[in-house]
């Protein structure tokens, strides 16, 4: 068990430009979240699947995010034409349904 | 909505001082409860949770109650070491479980020797 792995583990970007990161999960859990933590600020949640499935998207994934996670196995995420408000770092999750989430190490954007 | 809210850090602390530090919610229906914590330079760690009112989570010295009364899930210790110096999220989800989180905002921990 490698635990859920992020990459890149840090992005600096021209607004304007897209940008996408990945995550792994831990291989057996079937639940898969992204959150978004923007300093002082505890996570706010972006979006969820379970398997391939998309259950849940927050107001907060504007029409710039997108989400997938084509085999039920990693995820990406991607956001086009970056905004400076969307510097933060951005977390990935994951469980095996009714358990405890575990978290990867973040990806750390900067758009200047 | 559901939410959290903490109290406001930072925390400074000595060692071996009693550590509280607050939250309460606001959810519909009977959600769990959860303290996770970020050391420095590292992912969010599940600390200790709580799925029905009275229980009791504990981990590492830390205990937190579920009082439904008060709607408060308070994290406390008795005495704290430098190493427990972290930055540490009170969340909630539903009654259903690992449903998404929704966490406070943090409050920052300083123990200092």
Not at chain 1, 82 to 110: K, N, V
Not at chain 2, 84 to 109: H, M
Request: aromatic share 12%.
């Amino acid at each position: 068990d490698t635990g859920v792995s992020q990459d890149p583990r840090h992005k600096i970007t021209k607004r304007g430009q897209n940008v996408t990161f990945r995550c792994d999960p831990i291989s057996e859990h079937n639940r898969l979240y992204w959150y978004r933590q923007t300093l002082g600020q505890g996570p706010e949640f972006l979006t969820y699947f379970q398997n391939e499935a998309q259950l849940e998207k927050s107001r907060l994934l504007s029409d710039r995010f997108s989400a997938e996670r084509p085999k039920g196995s990693f995820s990406t995420l991607e956001i086009q034409r970056t905004e400076q408000g969307d510097s933060a770092m951005y977390l990935c999750a994951s469980d095996l349904e009714g358990y405890e989430q575990y978290f990867g190490p973040g990806t750390r954007l900067t758009v200047t | 909505g559901d939410s959290v809210t903490q109290m406001e850090g930072p925390v400074t602390l000595s060692e071996e001082a009693f550590l509280t530090i607050n939250c309460t919610y606001t959810a519909t229906g009977y959600p769990s409860l959860f303290w996770y914590v970020q050391y420095p330079g590292e992912g969010l760690q599940l600390l200790l949770k709580a799925t029905k009112a009275d229980d009791k989570g504990s981990n590492k010295g830390f205990e937190a109650t579920y009082r439904k009364e008060t709607t408060s899930f308070h994290l406390e210790k008795g005495s704290v070491q430098v190493s427990d110096s972290a930055v540490y999220f009170c969340a909630l989800s539903d009654g259903y479980g690992n449903t998404p989180l929704v966490f406070g905002k943090g409050t920052r921990l300083s123990v200092i020797a």
